[in-house]
């Protein structure tokens, strides 16, 4: 006979909790490490931090663990941070990926954590794995199609899509969408296209098993740089083109992103302006219908540049 155990975030946290760790408050880069429940509103409270501070770091996350991989801080790294999502406490070791990287979002499943470009110190096409089970190593798993800084990037369980982010060599803004088979090994393949070209967009995960947000996100390297509040939606078990879905509360790129089964959140970023202009305001929106973002609270700091994940995304 064998015995099955279940587990759910409302097991483990009453309900689905969401971190966003790093940031840059410019000029310091931090290491704090905030969190919420993202089935209620209200405030962020502290979690405990980082092992260095850091920024433009990846997260994701299983039912039980986070984790923070790469980053910028001070010099691009390759550490992969941890922490159980239950507690409180301060981040661990947990490994480190194959390459330094940074502007590297995250994506997950239950079983492997997904490291999908990022920049050192140009844009790249390299797409890393880990093992979210046992104290490890990143792993190649393939390549994007082009070199991306800073996309957009959802999975449910069996499938990883990611698009839009910038080249920097020659400086390009792309507007194509990609998408990986999570159990396999392989490169990317076409999915569709972005209804807006965006770079820097949320660095985490904003998906239930259907549906994937990429939320805000700015127009670099263009000039006039504009800021956007737009949030545009894929189908993630069909190949086709983003749609509009509503609004932010505000235009802005780089915060952190997060979701449960049933709400997407969006936490700090960069609404343009002087440089230390960085807002601490948390976004929620219902993801299987269309609107605008409604306020969810805010962090305990200003920043950008954040790691967002949670223990109720699509992926588990």
Known sequence: WEEIQATSPDVQTGGTRAL????????ARSDIIDYIN????????????LIITKYQTHACASRVRAYFAGGEGPATTKNIDTVTIASTGDATDYGDLVNNVRSNPGISNSTRGFS??????????????????TTGEGIDFGDTIKDRTAPFAVSNSTRGVYGGGRDSSPATLHGDIEFITLSTLGNGAEF????????????GNASNSVRGLAMG?????NSPLSYYDYIQYITIPTLGNATDFGDLTDGRQAGGA????????????????????????????????????????NLTSGRRAIGGCSNGHGGL
């Open 20 to 27: 966003f760790g790093g940031g840059h408050t410019h000029p």
């Open 217 to 221: 996100g700015y127009n670099h390297p």
């Open 258 to 297: 997060a979701s449960s089964p049933t709400r997407g959140v969006n936490g700090g970023g960069h609404p343009g302006g002087g440089a230390p202009n960085n807002t601490d305001i948390i976004d929620y929106v219902q993801l299987m219908t269309l609107g605008n973002a409604v306020d969810f609270g």
């Open 192 to 203: 569709g296209d972005l209804d807006q070209s965006v770079s820097d967009f949320s660095n």
């Open 116 to 133: 999908i470009a990022g920049e050192n110190p140009g844009s790249v096409n390299m797409i890393e794995y880990f093992a979210l089970t």
């Open 38 to 49: 993202v089935d209620s509103t209200g405030n962020a409270i502290d979690f405990g931090n």
